[in-house]
Protein backbone atom coordinates (compact mmCIF):
# COMPACT_ATOMS: atom_id res chain seq x y z
CA UNK A 1 0.00 0.00 0.00
CA UNK A 2 1.01 3.27 -1.29
CA UNK A 3 -0.17 6.66 -1.37
CA UNK A 4 1.86 10.19 -2.79
CA UNK A 5 0.98 13.94 -1.60
CA UNK A 6 2.88 16.24 -3.75
CA UNK A 7 2.92 19.29 -0.76
CA UNK A 8 4.40 21.16 -3.39
CA UNK A 9 5.27 21.62 -6.84
CA UNK A 10 6.48 24.24 -8.93
CA UNK A 11 4.61 23.57 -12.18
CA UNK A 12 1.26 24.34 -9.91
CA UNK A 13 -0.09 27.53 -10.38
CA UNK A 14 -0.04 28.15 -6.46
CA UNK A 15 3.90 27.75 -6.45
CA UNK A 16 3.91 31.43 -7.13
CA UNK A 17 2.65 32.47 -3.92
CA UNK A 18 4.48 30.61 -1.95
CA UNK A 19 5.86 27.21 -0.19
CA UNK A 20 2.32 25.98 -0.56
CA UNK A 21 2.83 25.40 3.35
CA UNK A 22 0.25 25.36 6.22
CA UNK A 23 3.01 27.17 8.57
CA UNK A 24 6.34 28.81 7.78
CA UNK A 25 8.59 30.18 10.31
CA UNK A 26 11.85 31.30 9.06
CA UNK A 27 15.09 31.44 10.88
CA UNK A 28 16.72 33.99 11.89
CA UNK A 29 20.07 34.56 10.67
CA UNK A 30 23.55 36.86 11.16
CA UNK A 31 22.98 40.09 9.34
CA UNK A 32 23.68 40.25 5.96
CA UNK A 33 22.07 36.57 5.43
CA UNK A 34 18.58 36.53 6.66
CA UNK A 35 16.62 37.33 3.10
CA UNK A 36 13.11 37.34 4.06
CA UNK A 37 11.08 40.21 5.13
CA UNK A 38 8.85 38.77 7.29
CA UNK A 39 9.81 35.99 9.84
CA UNK A 40 6.62 34.14 9.99
CA UNK A 41 4.12 33.50 6.88
CA UNK A 42 0.91 31.68 7.77
CA UNK A 43 -0.42 30.27 4.08
CA UNK A 44 -3.84 31.82 2.91
CA UNK A 45 -5.37 28.25 2.20
CA UNK A 46 -5.04 27.12 5.81
CA UNK A 47 -8.17 26.87 7.38
CA UNK A 48 -6.62 28.45 10.89
CA UNK A 49 -5.76 31.92 9.75
CA UNK A 50 -7.32 34.76 10.92
CA UNK A 51 -6.09 37.31 8.17
CA UNK A 52 -8.23 38.32 5.51
CA UNK A 53 -7.15 37.65 1.98
CA UNK A 54 -5.79 40.81 0.89
CA UNK A 55 -3.61 40.66 3.83
CA UNK A 56 -2.82 36.75 3.27
CA UNK A 57 -1.86 37.59 -0.23
CA UNK A 58 0.59 40.55 0.54
CA UNK A 59 2.29 38.44 3.77
CA UNK A 60 2.50 35.74 0.12
CA UNK A 61 3.94 38.45 -1.98
CA UNK A 62 6.62 40.01 1.15
CA UNK A 63 7.65 35.98 0.94
CA UNK A 64 8.25 35.25 -2.28
CA UNK A 65 9.45 38.99 -3.18
CA UNK A 66 12.31 38.84 -0.17
CA UNK A 67 14.85 36.26 -1.93
CA UNK A 68 18.55 37.12 -2.88
CA UNK A 69 18.70 37.49 -6.68
CA UNK A 70 21.24 36.01 -8.83
CA UNK A 71 23.03 37.90 -11.45
CA UNK A 72 20.95 39.69 -14.32
CA UNK A 73 17.94 39.54 -12.05
CA UNK A 74 15.69 41.86 -10.13
CA UNK A 75 14.03 42.77 -7.49
CA UNK A 76 10.82 44.00 -9.34
CA UNK A 77 10.30 41.34 -11.58
CA UNK A 78 12.05 38.13 -12.79
CA UNK A 79 10.82 35.24 -14.40
CA UNK A 80 7.99 32.91 -12.79
CA UNK A 81 8.52 29.71 -10.55
CA UNK A 82 7.01 27.80 -13.33
CA UNK A 83 9.34 28.94 -15.95
CA UNK A 84 12.68 28.71 -13.43
CA UNK A 85 11.24 24.97 -12.39
CA UNK A 86 12.26 25.53 -8.93
CA UNK A 87 11.58 27.70 -5.73
CA UNK A 88 13.94 29.12 -3.02
CA UNK A 89 13.02 27.63 0.34
CA UNK A 90 15.55 29.55 3.21
CA UNK A 91 16.04 28.07 5.85
CA UNK A 92 12.95 27.82 8.40
CA UNK A 93 10.36 25.44 9.60
CA UNK A 94 7.90 24.33 6.80
CA UNK A 95 4.71 22.53 7.85
CA UNK A 96 2.33 20.67 5.66
CA UNK A 97 -0.70 19.64 7.13
CA UNK A 98 -2.20 16.16 5.91
CA UNK A 99 -4.31 12.85 7.07
CA UNK A 100 -4.85 9.66 5.41
CA UNK A 101 -7.79 7.07 6.85
CA UNK A 102 -6.77 3.44 7.00
CA UNK A 103 -8.92 0.89 5.79
CA UNK A 104 -10.10 -1.13 9.32
CA UNK A 105 -9.07 -4.43 7.48
CA UNK A 106 -5.41 -3.44 7.55
CA UNK A 107 -3.24 -5.14 9.69
CA UNK A 108 -1.42 -3.01 12.85
CA UNK A 109 1.95 -2.57 13.16
CA UNK A 110 3.48 -6.16 13.84
CA UNK A 111 7.09 -6.57 14.94
CA UNK A 112 8.10 -10.38 16.08
CA UNK A 113 10.61 -12.98 15.72
CA UNK A 114 9.50 -14.61 12.38
CA UNK A 115 7.39 -11.68 10.68
CA UNK A 116 7.17 -7.66 10.12
CA UNK A 117 3.97 -5.28 9.48
CA UNK A 118 5.82 -2.06 9.44
CA UNK A 119 4.77 2.00 7.76
CA UNK A 120 6.64 4.66 7.10
CA UNK A 121 6.42 7.77 5.92
CA UNK A 122 8.79 8.81 2.95
CA UNK A 123 9.56 12.70 2.18
CA UNK A 124 11.59 13.59 -1.05
CA UNK A 125 12.69 17.20 -1.85
CA UNK A 126 13.89 17.26 -5.67
CA UNK A 127 16.16 20.34 -5.91
CA UNK A 128 17.60 21.89 -8.97
CA UNK A 129 20.67 21.91 -10.40
CA UNK A 130 22.73 18.56 -12.33
CA UNK A 131 24.74 18.36 -9.30
CA UNK A 132 22.44 18.68 -6.43
CA UNK A 133 21.38 15.28 -5.46
CA UNK A 134 18.04 14.97 -4.20
CA UNK A 135 16.84 14.72 -0.17
CA UNK A 136 15.07 12.00 1.12
CA UNK A 137 13.93 10.63 4.64
CA UNK A 138 12.20 8.26 5.95
CA UNK A 139 10.58 7.87 9.29
CA UNK A 140 8.51 4.93 10.74
CA UNK A 141 4.81 5.13 11.82
CA UNK A 142 3.41 3.16 14.48
CA UNK A 143 -0.12 1.82 13.95
CA UNK A 144 -1.92 0.55 16.85
CA UNK A 145 -5.97 -1.05 16.78
CA UNK A 146 -7.65 -0.27 19.72
CA UNK A 147 -10.97 -1.33 20.79
CA UNK A 148 -14.22 0.53 20.00
CA UNK A 149 -15.97 3.39 22.24
CA UNK A 150 -18.33 1.50 24.17
CA UNK A 151 -16.98 -1.87 23.53
CA UNK A 152 -17.67 -4.53 26.44
CA UNK A 153 -14.21 -5.87 26.30
CA UNK A 154 -13.21 -2.68 28.51
CA UNK A 155 -16.14 -3.15 30.82
CA UNK A 156 -17.33 -6.63 30.82
CA UNK A 157 -15.35 -8.59 33.69
CA UNK A 158 -13.67 -12.38 34.01
CA UNK A 159 -15.61 -14.26 37.15
CA UNK A 160 -14.18 -17.66 38.46
CA UNK A 161 -15.28 -19.53 41.51
CA UNK A 162 -14.29 -22.58 42.12
CA UNK A 163 -13.00 -25.15 45.09
CA UNK A 164 -9.65 -26.52 45.88
CA UNK A 165 -10.53 -29.79 46.63
CA UNK A 166 -13.07 -28.72 49.01
CA UNK A 167 -10.87 -27.46 51.56
CA UNK A 168 -10.28 -23.79 49.81
CA UNK A 169 -13.28 -21.92 47.94
CA UNK A 170 -11.92 -19.07 45.80
CA UNK A 171 -13.53 -16.26 43.63
CA UNK A 172 -11.44 -14.23 41.06
CA UNK A 173 -12.49 -11.07 39.30
CA UNK A 174 -10.65 -9.18 36.86
CA UNK A 175 -12.23 -6.50 35.89
CA UNK A 176 -12.44 -6.37 31.83
CA UNK A 177 -11.34 -8.64 28.95
CA UNK A 178 -8.82 -6.31 27.18
CA UNK A 179 -6.20 -4.04 28.60
CA UNK A 180 -3.83 -1.19 26.81
CA UNK A 181 -0.29 -1.47 26.96
CA UNK A 182 0.83 0.47 30.11
CA UNK A 183 -2.45 0.00 31.87
CA UNK A 184 -3.21 -1.49 34.96
CA UNK A 185 -5.44 -4.63 35.89
CA UNK A 186 -7.27 -4.14 38.76
CA UNK A 187 -8.00 -7.68 40.32
CA UNK A 188 -10.13 -9.08 43.06
CA UNK A 189 -9.75 -12.43 45.13
CA UNK A 190 -12.32 -13.80 47.99
CA UNK A 191 -10.69 -16.74 49.43
CA UNK A 192 -12.84 -18.69 51.91
CA UNK A 193 -11.24 -21.55 53.84
CA UNK A 194 -13.42 -24.79 54.28
CA UNK A 195 -10.43 -26.75 55.72
CA UNK A 196 -7.03 -26.14 58.19
CA UNK A 197 -5.09 -24.81 54.62
CA UNK A 198 -1.98 -22.59 54.31
CA UNK A 199 -2.11 -20.01 51.20
CA UNK A 200 1.63 -19.20 50.95
CA UNK A 201 2.14 -16.92 48.23
CA UNK A 202 -0.46 -15.38 44.81
CA UNK A 203 1.43 -14.85 41.50
CA UNK A 204 -0.18 -13.38 38.14
CA UNK A 205 1.68 -13.89 35.37
CA UNK A 206 0.79 -13.12 31.39
CA UNK A 207 1.49 -15.49 29.22
CA UNK A 208 1.92 -14.79 25.20
CA UNK A 209 1.38 -17.04 22.27
CA UNK A 210 2.45 -15.97 18.79
CA UNK A 211 1.21 -18.39 16.08
CA UNK A 212 2.43 -17.68 11.77
CA UNK A 213 0.13 -18.61 8.43
CA UNK A 214 1.45 -19.03 5.36
CA UNK A 215 0.35 -21.03 2.16
CA UNK A 216 -3.33 -20.01 2.72
CA UNK A 217 -2.65 -21.25 6.03
CA UNK A 218 -1.43 -24.90 5.12
CA UNK A 219 1.57 -24.08 6.68
CA UNK A 220 1.40 -23.47 10.48
CA UNK A 221 4.33 -22.70 13.09
CA UNK A 222 3.58 -21.88 16.85
CA UNK A 223 6.15 -20.28 19.37
CA UNK A 224 6.76 -21.35 22.18
CA UNK A 225 4.96 -19.74 24.84
CA UNK A 226 6.49 -17.05 26.92
CA UNK A 227 5.49 -16.33 30.33
CA UNK A 228 6.17 -12.94 32.43
CA UNK A 229 5.70 -12.58 35.62
CA UNK A 230 3.96 -9.39 36.56
CA UNK A 231 3.07 -9.69 40.47
CA UNK A 232 3.82 -11.81 43.49
CA UNK A 233 2.63 -11.52 46.95
CA UNK A 234 4.17 -13.48 49.49
CA UNK A 235 3.18 -14.15 53.07
CA UNK A 236 6.08 -13.88 54.63
CA UNK A 237 7.55 -10.80 52.19
CA UNK A 238 5.72 -7.35 50.96
CA UNK A 239 4.67 -7.93 47.30
CA UNK A 240 7.06 -7.39 44.40
CA UNK A 241 6.31 -6.09 41.13
CA UNK A 242 8.30 -6.86 37.76
CA UNK A 243 6.82 -2.88 36.81
CA UNK A 244 6.80 -0.04 38.94
CA UNK A 245 2.64 1.04 39.44
CA UNK A 246 1.26 -2.30 40.99
CA UNK A 247 -0.31 -1.81 43.96
CA UNK A 248 -2.72 -4.22 46.60
CA UNK A 249 -4.37 -3.83 49.70
CA UNK A 250 -6.37 -6.29 51.77
CA UNK A 251 -9.88 -5.55 52.35
CA UNK A 252 -10.92 -8.26 55.16
CA UNK A 253 -9.28 -10.69 56.86
CA UNK A 254 -5.82 -12.33 55.73
CA UNK A 255 -4.74 -12.59 59.38
CA UNK A 256 -4.93 -8.51 59.96
CA UNK A 257 -5.22 -6.87 63.52
CA UNK A 258 -8.26 -5.11 63.97
CA UNK A 259 -6.37 -1.95 64.61
CA UNK A 260 -4.67 -2.07 61.39
CA UNK A 261 -7.86 -3.08 59.25
CA UNK A 262 -8.06 0.56 58.20
CA UNK A 263 -4.36 0.98 56.85
CA UNK A 264 -4.63 -2.46 55.40
CA UNK A 265 -7.20 -1.21 53.74
CA UNK A 266 -6.10 1.51 52.32
CA UNK A 267 -2.66 -0.31 50.75
CA UNK A 268 -0.40 -0.10 54.09
CA UNK A 269 1.84 -3.26 54.55
CA UNK A 270 0.91 -4.03 58.37
CA UNK A 271 2.06 -6.64 60.42
CA UNK A 272 0.20 -9.99 59.84
CA UNK A 273 -1.06 -12.46 62.87
CA UNK A 274 0.68 -15.43 61.02
CA UNK A 275 3.63 -14.73 58.66
CA UNK A 276 3.54 -18.30 56.82
CA UNK A 277 -0.46 -17.72 55.96
CA UNK A 278 -2.27 -15.19 53.83
CA UNK A 279 -5.65 -16.45 55.18
CA UNK A 280 -4.34 -15.46 58.57
CA UNK A 281 -3.98 -18.06 61.86
CA UNK A 282 -6.19 -20.60 61.37
CA UNK A 283 -5.03 -23.04 63.66
CA UNK A 284 -6.95 -23.59 67.08
CA UNK A 285 -10.61 -23.67 67.04
CA UNK A 286 -11.03 -19.71 65.68
CA UNK A 287 -13.57 -19.32 62.89
CA UNK A 288 -11.96 -17.19 60.43
CA UNK A 289 -13.57 -15.78 57.61
CA UNK A 290 -13.05 -15.12 54.08
CA UNK A 291 -9.89 -12.97 53.38
CA UNK A 292 -10.23 -10.44 50.28
CA UNK A 293 -7.64 -8.84 48.72
CA UNK A 294 -7.67 -6.57 45.74
CA UNK A 295 -4.46 -6.38 43.07
CA UNK A 296 -4.03 -3.38 40.44
CA UNK A 297 -1.50 -5.20 38.66
CA UNK A 298 0.51 -2.81 36.19
CA UNK A 299 1.25 -4.06 32.85
CA UNK A 300 4.74 -2.89 30.93
CA UNK A 301 4.54 0.18 28.42
CA UNK A 302 6.38 0.09 25.28
CA UNK A 303 9.45 2.67 26.99
CA UNK A 304 9.79 -0.68 28.95
CA UNK A 305 9.30 -2.99 26.30
CA UNK A 306 12.25 -1.56 24.38
CA UNK A 307 14.75 -1.91 27.44
CA UNK A 308 14.33 -5.49 27.42
CA UNK A 309 16.41 -8.17 25.09
CA UNK A 310 14.11 -8.98 22.13
CA UNK A 311 12.95 -12.88 22.97
CA UNK A 312 11.67 -11.25 26.63
CA UNK A 313 9.25 -8.28 25.02
CA UNK A 314 5.54 -8.51 24.50
CA UNK A 315 3.62 -8.00 21.72
CA UNK A 316 0.28 -6.35 21.63
CA UNK A 317 -2.70 -8.74 20.42
CA UNK A 318 -2.88 -9.31 16.39
CA UNK A 319 -5.30 -11.19 14.21
CA UNK A 320 -3.60 -10.52 11.06
CA UNK A 321 -3.67 -13.43 8.69
CA UNK A 322 -0.51 -13.90 8.76
CA UNK A 323 0.63 -13.28 12.30
CA UNK A 324 -1.63 -13.89 15.21
CA UNK A 325 -0.74 -13.20 18.99
CA UNK A 326 -3.04 -14.09 21.84
CA UNK A 327 -2.11 -13.23 25.94
CA UNK A 328 -4.07 -15.09 29.07
CA UNK A 329 -3.21 -13.65 32.36
CA UNK A 330 -2.39 -16.72 34.36
CA UNK A 331 -3.16 -16.66 38.29
CA UNK A 332 -0.85 -19.05 40.50
CA UNK A 333 -1.75 -19.93 44.38
CA UNK A 334 0.49 -22.27 45.89
CA UNK A 335 -1.58 -23.66 48.87
CA UNK A 336 -0.64 -26.77 51.25
CA UNK A 337 -3.59 -28.89 52.81
Known amino acids: MSHTWPFFNAQFPTAEAGPCADHVEMFKGPPGTAPAASNFYRSPNTSTTNLSTKDARKLSLQVNQSRSFGKGESSSAGPSVASKGYRTFYPGDYVYNFELPLDCRLPETIDV ?187 PNCAAMRERERISRLHFDTTYQNIQVHHWIKVSKRRTG
Request: one cysteine or more; hydrophobic letters at 35%.
Open 113 to 299: ELGTVKYELEATVERAGAFKANLLGTKEVTIIRAPAEGSLEQVEPIAISRNWEDQLHYDIVISGKSFPLGAQVPIAFKLTPLAKVQCHRIKVLITENIEYFCNNKRVHRMEPTRKVQLFEKRSDAPPSSAFPGSTMRVTAGGGVPYDARVRAANGEQVQTQDSTNLLGDLTGDNNVGPTEMEFSVQL
